[in-house]
């Protein structure tokens, strides 16, 4: 039985929930005013630091005229990726930002600010810095830009199985 709270976010809070309680994961859960951005977002979290914030980027890879994809990039808050080291991992002509209309395809209507580290849940790929790893929690938004969700690092590790590669 879902909790009445969950029903005003996107489906994938509970979703994300469910998975960790089924894996006997640690987390806690912070409800907040609307974050778009990791700064703000930290300014929220009582406990963590912007450095364990999980940022997690979606990106359209463009290996050949016909050949593209879609990756998420997870990062620590304070933290940009390196394009050009994106772009050699990846074996990339080149890269870009996915748009808002992409990001709510891919997702299924999660805004922007909101997306979860879980790009498995979508069907992506998982590249992780593994600076962000060196923290034994992380937190990030869970679907939604006001739903917070802290949970052990190596969890994470377990449940997503994302590439660990320095990105940034």
């Given at each position: 039985?879902?909790?009445?709270?969950?029903?005003?976010?996107?489906p994938?809070?509970?979703q994300?929930?469910e998975?960790?309680?089924?894996?006997?994961?640690?987390?806690?859960?912070?409800?907040?005013?609307?974050?778009?951005?990791?700064?703000?977002?930290?300014?929220?979290?009582?406990?963590?630091?912007?450095?364990?914030?999980?940022?997690?980027i979606?990106?359209?890879?463009?290996?050949?005229?016909?050949?593209?994809?879609?990756?998420?990039?997870?990062?620590?808050?304070?933290?940009?990726?390196?394009?050009d080291?994106?772009?050699?991992?990846?074996?990339a002509?080149?890269?870009?930002?996915?748009?808002e209309?992409?990001?709510?395809?891919?997702?299924?209507?999660v805004?922007?600010?909101?997306?979860?580290?879980?790009?498995?849940?979508?069907?992506?790929?998982?590249?992780?810095?593994?600076?962000?790893?060196?923290?034994?929690?992380?937190?990030?938004n869970?679907?939604?830009?006001s739903?917070?969700?802290?949970?052990?690092?190596?969890?994470?590790?377990?449940?997503?199985?994302?590439?660990?590669?320095?990105?940034?």
């Amino acid at each position: 039985m879902q909790s009445p709270i969950l029903n005003n976010y996107h489906p994938v809070v509970s979703q994300i929930l469910e998975i960790l309680e089924k894996n006997n994961c640690w987390h806690e859960t912070f409800e907040h005013e609307p974050v778009r951005t990791s700064e703000e977002a930290a300014q929220l979290r009582d406990g963590y630091t912007l450095a364990q914030g999980a940022k997690a980027i979606l990106i359209r890879v463009k290996i050949s005229s016909t050949e593209k994809r879609f990756v998420m990039l997870v990062m620590p808050g304070d933290a940009r990726f390196d394009s050009d080291k994106v772009k050699k991992l990846l074996g990339a002509k080149n890269i870009r930002f996915a748009t808002e209309e992409e990001v709510l395809e891919i997702t299924g209507g999660v805004l922007l600010g909101g997306v979860p580290p879980f790009g498995n849940l979508f069907g992506l790929e998982v590249f992780v810095d593994p600076t962000l790893l060196e923290n034994e929690k992380i937190i990030f938004n869970a679907g939604d830009k006001s739903f917070s969700v802290g949970m052990l690092a190596n969890d994470y590790v377990r449940l997503v199985g994302p590439t660990k590669e320095g990105i940034i």
